[in-house]
């Protein structure tokens, strides 16, 4: 039984095996770190935003996918930079021995799959955000004028601060207040002759006009902000035809919404692939080192043949063994295979 | 008597002396801290310069830069002496250079503390300042085509609605002035006509605000124009309405800002004062004990460390004596130059 991809290491190596894992391992635990500071920075960002994104919106799960992977790859870093130290110093490393095989199989399983399920995330899912934020922003702008409406009551406040911090107007355009009733029937004057007019005119009885909030206002706009009467060429005869873009922000909210989030996702994505990385490294590392010092017994200058490997007999043969572990348990019909299979069996429950 | 003996053996110097080595570089930590804080309120200063006339005091954070840097200086310094101060050959190098340089030390938390007490009182100048910066930036509003001033409007919107205030004391201020420019008032309308007709100056005031007074938390839309006519709006009386527009005037709201800031800078730096006052402290000792030694052969026996070698009042009268013997030795001196003779030690 050959072990699989083994790896002679000398004294020398084995030394500076455990330095440069150390340094490694640390590095990873900055990563995770990074990685914590990245997704709770989404997090937060999605709650702020979270009017705006229709409840169905799956987005949400990738930042806290990427909260547990950050973690795990904080604790593989912690244990790893641990564990190489400790291997420097006979006394130091005898505790780690026992721990050392379960935590492998728990950092592998856990941290590389919660790294790939991130990953696989971070591709998938930004692109459920286009009709999340479509719904989200058209239910908030239909409810813009419901400040006394319970449940819906922060629509005003919410969107506005949106339209005043993104600086963005409308879900694709200022136009798109012109097909909403933005101004609350409690506001409007029933004896005033033109409310009646629009009113009566409108299908659903509902009374739009063309105009919009003060919060698509561009402050860099040389002249005061015009809010009303956007579609009456005569209703602003003085109004510069060489700036018409000036006047309101001309960006949409959802797409400026979509490239601040699409943004935070991708810098989350790369530090997730780094992460990935570097817990490879150092998990294949800690696992050479481990078997190599098993085989000197636990001291790192220890006498005898050092030879580092990733399991101690290939894939079939580790199958064959645990099945015929499994019999051997079930029938007492001692066969020779089980008798042979003894020895390499010890080697089983660390891997 | 000595100020405040205290006996000290040879384990208890070495211990004072590596406690002192790690509060000096604790304190350069401090100073980098203070460093930051003295740029971050220079760069705070600096962005809102414009509202401020450009003549604001940068006083207060120039001193805490030059403090941060100072007290890197020095406490290194003092860290280097601390770790040679166990070394009785390395310390003999430094022996004669220690007294000037706790004098130094002295002197430089005087001064420290008299920059924590100006991060505390320069909220007077600042209030005046932006007063009149204000003021002025509001006149300038209109002026988006007069170079030079043509980035005021936007200035003034960005500012009122970062910090949620309108005017200058209220938004009152607004109706006092010219802020819509006279490019864009349409003089065939009769309205137009009639109210600059009705001012003495020839101006066009209006009893509205810009956009950027508008409060978002307003339940209905905002209401910029003709504040003060109940009758030209549905369901409003000016008299109750709170939620309209920002009530703060921006002179409040940034003075608060800049106070809160320096308050709390102040509060860091009186940290660090105190901080630096007890490493001051430890080192005369060291240098006492270290003087006491009396056996340079025996580094293990017993040595006392005090701050002051006589009373204080006796330690004052020692000081100007010595300050008199100077003077008379200058002036001996003179007299010798003149007369061509050498002159006796008075």
Redesign the interface.
Same mark, same amino acid.
């Given at each position: 039984m050959a072990p699989v991809l083994p790896l002679v290491l000398p004294l020398q190596p084995r030394i500076r095996l455990a330095q440069g894992l150390w340094l490694l391992s640390w590095l990873l635990a900055l990563a995770g770190g990074l990685t914590l500071l990245c997704s709770g920075h989404l997090l937060v960002q999605l709650w702020h935003l979270s009017t705006f994104l229709a409840p169905s919106c799956p987005f949400a799960i990738l930042p806290q996918v990427a909260l547990a992977a950050g973690t795990v790859a904080l604790g593989t870093g912690l244990v790893g930079a641990g564990a190489s130290r400790a291997s420097l110093d006979a006394a130091q490393y005898r505790p780690w021995r026992k721990v050392l095989s379960p935590l492998l199989v728990a950092g592998t399983a856990a941290g590389g799959g919660l790294l790939v399920f991130a990953l696989g995330l971070t591709l998938a899912l930004p692109g459920s955000l286009d009709t999340g934020l479509e719904e989200g922003l058209g239910t908030a702008l239909a409810h813009y004028k419901d400040t006394e409406v319970p449940g819906h009551c922060h629509a005003k406040r919410l969107l506005d601060e949106l339209q005043l911090r993104h600086h963005c107007c409308g879900r694709h355009g200022y136009k798109d207040w012109f097909g909403v009733q933005w101004v609350s029937s409690r506001y409007l004057d029933p004896s005033d002759q033109d409310v009646v007019d629009r009113i009566q005119s409108n299908v659903e009885g509902l009374y739009l006009i063309d105009g919009v909030p003060f919060s698509c206002c561009n402050p860099h706009s040389p002249r005061p902000c015009l809010q009303s009467r956007l579609s009456d060429p005569h209703a602003h005869p003085l109004f510069d035809p060489r700036q018409p873009s000036l006047n309101l922000w001309t960006q949409g909210c959802h797409a400026a919404l979509l490239g601040h989030l699409q943004s935070l996702a991708s810098t989350l994505g790369s530090t997730l692939t780094v992460t990935f990385m570097l817990q490879i490294l150092v998990l294949l590392g800690l696992r050479y080192l481990q078997t190599a010092l098993e085989g000197l017994g636990g001291v790192i200058d220890g006498e005898g043949e050092a030879q580092g490997y990733l399991f101690p007999s290939g894939l079939k043969d580790m199958l064959k063994t645990a099945w015929l572990q499994g019999g051997v348990a079930h029938r007492p019909a001692p066969e020779e295979a089980p008798a042979e299979e003894e020895p390499p069996k010890e080697g089983l429950p660390e891997a | 008597m000595a100020l405040l003996k205290v006996k000290f053996d040879q384990k208890k110097r070495v211990k004072l002396a590596q406690g002192l080595w790690l509060m000096n570089w604790l304190s350069v930590l401090a100073g980098i801290i203070i460093f930051s804080l003295g740029l971050f309120l220079k760069i705070e200063l600096r962005k809102r310069s414009d509202v401020m006339n450009n003549s604001e005091s940068h006083f207060v954070p120039n001193s805490l830069i030059v403090m941060g840097v100072l007290s890197c200086v020095f406490n290194s310094l003092a860290g280097k002496i601390c770790y040679d101060a166990l070394d009785p050959a390395k310390y003999a190098k430094w022996k004669p250079w220690l007294k000037p340089y706790l004098a130094v030390c002295v002197l430089f938390n005087i001064a420290l503390f008299l920059v924590t007490l100006c991060c505390f009182l320069m909220r007077g100048s600042l209030e005046s300042t932006l007063a009149h910066g204000l003021k002025n930036g509001m006149k300038y509003y209109r002026d988006? #085509?007069t170079p030079g001033r043509?980035f005021m @409007? @936007?200035t003034i #919107?960005?500012l009122q $609605?970062e910090f949620k205030c309108c005017g200058n004391n209220g938004f009152r201020d607004w109706f006092e002035i010219q802020? $819509? =420019?006279n %490019? +864009?008032? #349409?003089f065939s309308s009769k309205e137009v006509k009639d109210r600059i007709k009705s001012n003495v100056d020839g101006r066009y005031l209006v009893d509205g605000v *810009?956009? =950027?007074c508008?409060n978002? =938390?307003s339940? %209905? *839309?905002?209401i910029?124009y003709q504040l003060t006519n109940n009758s030209a709006? +549905? =369901?409003y009386d000016h008299q109750t309405e709170e939620l309209n527009l920002w009530v703060n005037g921006c002179r409040a709201a940034l003075l608060s800002y800049y106070s809160s800031l320096m308050n709390s800078m102040g509060a860091v730096t009186l940290l660090v004062w105190l901080f630096e006052v007890t490493i001051t402290i430890g080192l005369r000792y060291l240098h006492t004990a270290l003087e006491g030694v009396s056996n340079p052969e025996d580094p293990e026996c017993e040595s006392e460390g005090w701050l002051l070698e006589k009373s204080v009042s006796e330690t004052w009268k020692a000081f100007l004596e010595s300050l008199k013997k100077l003077g008379k030795s200058n002036q001996v001196e003179a007299e010798g130059a003149d007369a061509g003779q050498a002159p006796e030690a008075g």
């Open positions: - | 988006t #085509d043509c @409007k @936007k #919107d960005l $609605i802020w $819509i =420019s %490019r +864009y008032l #349409d *810009p956009f =950027s508008c978002p =938390s339940p %209905r *839309p905002c910029q709006h +549905y =369901s």
